[in-house]
């Protein structure tokens, strides 16, 4: 395409998922001209790809959602506890067209490339079908669990029966009735997927190389009255949520250490939360549950006696017991149904950690012990998390900075928002960021709340380019480490430090420290004049 065809742009959003919806809604309200690409034929992101069966939110409903326009909130009703990605993504599509967001939307196109030129401070962002569109800013609202990971299994290509991976899920409604199907990983999607697939196939036979913990989610209707009593208070409890570690309101904190507790209160307490269902509520229930291994140890035992209490052959019970991590430190699974799925006459556990895959046969799998023949195989494997997306793009500036070369030993960010050396970029909840370790969708407002603020600061004082300064970078990314080590989070071979892409480099990239935490530093940063951002004209 020829220089002259190049539109031009204030800003190039990337990605229609919640934060690229957002973004352009902000965006466009400062008064930029905006252009926003996006891969898919629709908005939603991770809730547009994840059409798996089984597929729902592990935050609650009244939590998960957009807090910008009481009006939305007010109007909007979501029918279940947690809601399910149907109604999630039939919620996007809302917000879209309620905002008139679709117009400067282009979507189906993947971006190849951008890159800066310094001198006409300018981003040019390249699709892979050659497109070229210039703008001052470049929004990276890419996601964190969006480049899936499909493991390079020998023998994938020459599988005769159907495979797919969760997070590209075909959007016609797949039949397992009557087939032999095999899936591998029991991550959290796994762990909603497999109650489902159980109920239509002849038999599921799940290839599990790591036990993790699970927990019921009680999900069911979302009560008319606690529907109205949340909804009368939601400004107040939006407000709430800032001050919380993971951004969700409603859940009282904990006031003493697991330790501190006798045995018989911890087992009353956590029975009660059991109950209770949800995950944040159970990591509620004492204040050191992931910052002591004898406390957390508790907690963890409790689960394991669960699923001892629920999975009737001893056997597959032992093996679904989680022993390589203390629970919370990798994300906990939220299921309906999970563990009691072992107790059916088809279904079947197969441990792939002593006996690990070897290869997808054309009629099936094989382990280095057996071979297993199947109709349909699914990829439950997990994503090249929090970089993948990013990386997946030729990131360079006309200075010679390249995102690969740069985040080569990990990534490496400023508040997890910018990156010294790409200036006028914006990612959305990137690594360094309590993104993923938060309600998401908070965390995308505060970030892109944050970002708008910044250049409508910038355009008021005519200061054209913002850039993170390499030692505010370099301490952001200790601080980071350094509130991570201070917990348990780094004992767990998790998507948190890169461990599931063999030879990615292993560091912490979320940033635990809590939103409450993070907020306060953002403002602080504010306040400071930008502090640890170099602005010039
Ligand atoms: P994941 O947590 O990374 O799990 C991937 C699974 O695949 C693991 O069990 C992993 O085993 C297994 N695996 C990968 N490569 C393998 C191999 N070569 N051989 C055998 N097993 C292999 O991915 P996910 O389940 O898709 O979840 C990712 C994240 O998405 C979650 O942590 C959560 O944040 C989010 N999520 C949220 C929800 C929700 O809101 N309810 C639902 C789904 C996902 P190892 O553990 O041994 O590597």
């Known amino acids: ?297 508790t907690a963890s035992d409790f689960v394991r006696e669960r699923i001892r209490d629920i999975v009737k052959d001893p056997a597959t019970a032992e093996l679904l017991c989680p022993n390589d991590h203390p629970i919370g430190t990798k994300r906990i699974c939220l299921d309906s149904g999970y563990y009691e799925t072992f107790n059916r006459d088809n279904v079947s556990l197969v441990d792939v950690r002593s006996a690990p895959i070897e290869e997808i046969t054309p009629n099936g799998l094989r382990t280095t012990k057996e071979e297993f023949e199947l109709d349909s195989l699914i990829f439950a494997t997990g994503f090249d998390a929090m970089t993948g997306a990013i990386l997946e793009m030729d990131v360079r500036t006309s200075d010679g900075a390249d995102m690969k070369e740069r985040w080569k030993d990990g990534p490496k960010t400023y508040l997890g928002i910018m990156v010294s050396g790409f200036p006028n970029m914006f990612v959305i909840t990137g690594p360094g960021s309590p993104g993923v370790k938060s309600q998401m969708i908070l965390s995308i407002e505060q970030h892109t709340d944050w970002i708008t603020d910044c250049i409508e600061n910038m355009r008021a004082k005519g200061i054209n380019r913002a850039e993170a300064e390499a030692d505010a970078e370099v301490k952001w990314v200790e601080h980071v480490n350094e509130v991570a080590n201070s917990t348990l989070y780094p004992q767990a071979n998790s998507w948190y430090v890169g461990a599931n892409i063999p030879g990615k480099p292993r560091i912490f990239m979320p940033y635990v420290g809590g939103v409450e935490a993070y907020k306060k530093i953002c403002d602080e940063v504010v306040e400071k004049g930008y502090e640890g951002i170099s602005l010039s004209p």
């Open 1 to 297: 395409m020829s220089d002259q065809s190049t539109e031009t742009f204030d800003a190039v959003v990337i990605g229609a998922g919640f934060a690229g919806l957002y973004s352009l809604y902000r965006l466009r309200n400062l008064g930029l001209s905006v252009k926003v690409f996006e891969a898919g034929d629709g908005v939603g992101g991770t809730w547009y790809w994840n059409r798996y069966p089984g597929a729902r939110c592990d935050v609650e409903s009244m939590e998960y959602s957009y807090s910008f326009d009481p009006e939305l909130e007010q109007e909007w009703v979501w029918p279940d506890k947690y809601s399910k990605q149907s109604d999630i993504l039939r919620y996007a599509n809302h917000v879209a067209e309620r905002y008139d967001l679709l117009k400067d939307i282009q979507f189906e196109t993947r971006i190849k490339s951008a890159f800066y030129d310094r001198d006409a401070n300018t981003w040019t962002i390249e699709t892979t079908e050659g497109q070229k569109v210039r703008a001052q800013y470049c929004i990276m609202a890419v996601g964190n669990l969006s480049t899936p990971r499909v493991p390079d299994f020998k023998g994938v290509d020459r599988f005769k029966g159907d495979w797919y991976h969760s997070g590209l899920w075909p959007k016609e409604e797949v039949d397992f009735s009557g087939k032999r199907v095999g899936i591998i990983g029991t991550g959290s999607t796994a762990i909603q997927i497999i109650p489902h697939v159980a109920q239509q196939a002849k038999h599921l036979t799940i290839f599990q190389r790591t036990a993790n913990y699970s927990l019921p989610a009680r999900n069911g209707p979302l009560p008319e009255d606690v529907r109205a009593a949340h909804k009368k208070k939601y400004r107040e409890l939006r407000e709430q949520a800032y001050f919380t570690p993971f951004g969700i309101a409603g859940y009282p904190p904990p006031e003493k250490g697991a330790i501190e507790a006798t045995p018989e209160e911890r087992e009353a307490k956590y029975h009660e939360k059991w109950a209770e269902g949800g995950t944040i509520s159970y990591l509620f229930s004492y204040t050191d549950l992931l910052l002591s291994e004898e406390s957390n140890k």
